[in-house]
């Protein structure tokens, strides 16, 4: 299942809260499932992802991010070639997802791609490719101590009851993607868990994929939504 087996690489440390306001919604269906828009948009800046980046202190407390020096080549897990972005010495990372994807990228069956073949979801057209963007790879940071350090930036965040993330989805046209009953199975770990109901429409191009987990009375409940709530922020999980 997706959430449990792609996007959650999110370490629960975060202890920010935030309110939920997604940025396209289209209310709710005939039988009360909540349908959601997940297009990006193809404008360059619409494809332009940026904002300052945040670090764990000793404490387990989100900081800003201050690099010694600039960070360049931070990419997609090397799988987009050609397309990188940097972390500035201010600590403010930009990446452009690219449009179109270079020819090389290597595309697989949507339900594959959002990591939802293994649910019950209808897929609106079964010939539907994409590719997935879970996070960024930094090469390497230089702390003040001259360790070299690999780290994942992703955008998410958490709080005491919650937590929560987005993937970054490319598909090669339109596409509806639908759970229409409540999905439960257990992680890797034997912790049960169940999907929310869903219908997401997607659009050609690039999505934000949306994932919140929090707890229930048997184990916790997740919900998937297209578009990107407010709150999120750029963390950087130093290994």
Known sequence: MMAKKSFWKLPAALAISTALVF??????????????????????????????????????????????????????????SGAAGAISAQGQFSFILPQPLPADTPLAPFAQVIDMEDMPVSISNANAMGFAVLGFDSPGIWTPAANLYEGWLFRGNSGANFWEGVNFIYVDRDVTVALSQ?????????????????????????????????PAHNGSAITVRGGEPAGLKWILNIF
């Not at 039988?31 to 904002?51: C, F, K, M, N, W």
């Not at 257990?186 to 919140?212: C, E, M, R, V």
């Open 23 to 80: 940025a396209s919604c289209g209310g709710n269906d005939s039988s009360g499932i909540p349908v959601t828009d997940a297009g990006l948009g193809t404008s360059l800046e619409a494809r332009t992802l940026s904002g300052d980046v945040y670090v764990w202190d000793a404490k387990g407390s989100l900081v800003p991010f201050k690099p010694s020096a600039a960070i360049p080549d931070i990419t997609s897990n090397d799988l987009l």
């Open 182 to 214: 409540e999905f439960s199975e257990a992680d890797y770990n034997g912790d049960p868990y169940t999907i929310i109901p869903f219908t997401i429409n997607f659009s050609k191009g690039w999505n934000i994929l949306h994932f919140k987990e929090v």
